[in-house]
């Protein structure tokens, strides 16, 4: 079964830290194994990921995930059955934002934190819009 999590997590990692790049790159090479796909965000020391993939795999990396010690205080925001992916053919995205960073973007579509759909669906279009 296709499933999907939407997780966010605090770190200490920058945008410029090779960390970084060691990170998508061990993700895309381990998600291409496992076919599961997704995108990865940094902002302000927060990490989002949005992953998806086949149930049992999905969980064994997502057990990898929480027990990283590059983040914390992983808290995920949305998880359950998916119909489609929503990052086919990308093993781990990383959005090309420009200028908009994810709290622009919200605060553009007047979209607060405390409107849980609607900032859920905000963190996932900002995703695919940046991709
Ligand atoms: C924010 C974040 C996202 C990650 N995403 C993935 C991922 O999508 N797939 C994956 O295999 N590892 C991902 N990792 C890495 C795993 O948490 C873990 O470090 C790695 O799988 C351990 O691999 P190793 O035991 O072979 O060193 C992520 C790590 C962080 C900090």
């Known amino acids: 079964m296709l499933c999907r999590y939407l997780y966010r997590s605090i770190t200490l990692i920058k945008p410029n830290d090779p960390e970084l790049t060691n990170i998508y ?29 086949p149930s049992q795999d999905l969980d064994m990396i997502m057990n990898l995930i929480l027990a990283d010690k590059k983040h914390s205080n992983l808290e995920i925001l949305s998880s359950g059955p998916s119909l489609n992916r929503r990052f086919g053919g990308w093993s781990m995205a990383a959005p090309v934002s420009g ?14 934190k405390y409107q849980r759909k609607l900032f859920l669906d905000g963190i996932l279009t900002y995703m695919v819009k940046y991709t």
């Open 99 to 112: 200028k908009e960073a994810l709290f622009e973007f919200l605060a553009t579509n007047r979209i607060s």
């Open 25 to 53: 790159a061990l993700a895309r090479s381990r998600n291409a194994d496992f076919n599961i796909t997704g995108c990865l965000h940094l902002e302000d020391g927060v990490f989002y990921q949005w992953i998806e993939g």
